[in-house]
T-cell receptor, first 113, second 111 residues
């Protein structure tokens, strides 16, 4: 079974703090993704990575950066958290192929006060 | 206009009903179509995928794709309270690894 884990289920941070969200997958997948999910807006892609040290901007990269130093780990960084970054953050991984099925972690509910 | 449109619901049906969930899309390059199910406070999980037009059945679930109309559907027969979840459609082109998601439809199956 594919397993994608995220470092925290719930996180509360203050405006201006630097925030790290960690994601680990155990299936040797090349691709990893970070999304945020908001009511009425669905899943929006922030960044994705198709290999170690490789990254590509998604639809809403502003205010975020990422790091992928090892194949199994993909980190999302909020350089200076703001209240409009309060959201559910979901990590996913996949292996390139016909279907590119993405496997999701349980999500991190981030609240920025 | 969004690339993928999905009615957010909520959709409330009695147990045993047939449920129809739908998405429309505008990008004719989409070739692979998926349905994800997301329970409350969990990540989405893949329910079904189809390639190009046609039907695919898996137990109580049937996925249907009509590429000429740019319309996909998920049918749930004999719906159960355990089917209560948000259903997200997703699609991709042949070469891309990125998925484009609908906003999700929240389904409630009542006893």
């Amino acid at each position: 079974d594919v397993k994608v884990t995220q470092s925290s289920r719930y996180l509360v941070k203050r405006t201006g703090e630097k925030v790290f969200l960690e994601c680990v997958q155990d299936m040797d997948h090349e691709n990893m993704f970070w999304y945020r999910q908001d009511p009425g807006l669905g899943l929006r892609l922030i960044y994705f990575s198709y290999d170690v040290k490789m990254k590509e901007k998604g639809d809403i990269p502003e205010g975020y950066s990422v790091s992928r130093e090892k194949k199994e780990r993909f980190s999302l960084i909020l350089e200076s958290a703001s209240t409009n970054q309060t959201s559910m953050y979901l990590c996913a991984s996949s292996s390139p192929g016909r279907t590119d099925t993405q496997y999701f972690g349980p999500g991190t509910r981030l609240t920025v006060l | 206009q969004k690339e993928v449109e999905q009615d957010p619901g909520p959709l409330s049906v009695p147990e045993g009903a047939i449920v129809s969930l739908n998405c429309t899309y505008s990008n004719s390059a989409f070739q692979y179509f998926m349905w994800y199910r997301q329970y409350s406070r969990k990540g989405p999980e893949l329910l079904m995928y189809t390639y190009s037009s046609g039907n695919k059945e898996d137990g109580r679930f049937t996925a249907q794709v009509d590429k000429s109309s740019k319309y996909i559907s998920l049918f749930i027969r004999d719906s159960q309270p355990s089917d209560s979840a948000t259903y997200l459609c997703a699609m991709k082109t042949g070469t891309a690894s990125k998925l484009t998601f609908g906003t999700g439809t929240r389904l409630q199956v009542t006893l």
